[in-house]
């Protein structure tokens, strides 16, 4: 399967990682990636680190095998941790 466009490899910063997400939707839906064809796309696709940082949160999941959406769930929360309320006060608007 030839991909059309190219994605970066994931870099850690958290600001960036719901784009990133983004991104690999839009090469899924222009390559008509099935379902069941995501996890293992994604996993080929976004690199080592990623796949390492998956592995460490999907071990709480074993031997349930999770989702696709499950899975871009769990590393969005990692990547994109919530802004706490202190963290609110200091935004200056």
Do not use: C
Not at 55 to 81: C, D, F, G, Q, R
């Amino acid at each position: 399967m030839t991909l059309i466009g190219t994605i970066e490899l994931f870099k850690g910063n958290p600001k960036e990682f719901d784009s990133h997400l983004e991104r690999i939707e839009h090469l899924f839906k222009v390559k008509v990636v099935l379902e069941y064809m995501k996890i293992s796309m994604f996993i080929t696709m976004d690199g080592a680190n990623v796949y390492q940082t998956l592995k460490n949160l999907a071990a709480t999941w074993k031997p349930v095998k999770p989702t696709y959406e499950e899975i871009m769930s769990m590393l969005l929360k990692h990547y994109t941790p919530p802004v706490s309320e202190k963290d609110l006060r200091k935004i200056h608007f």
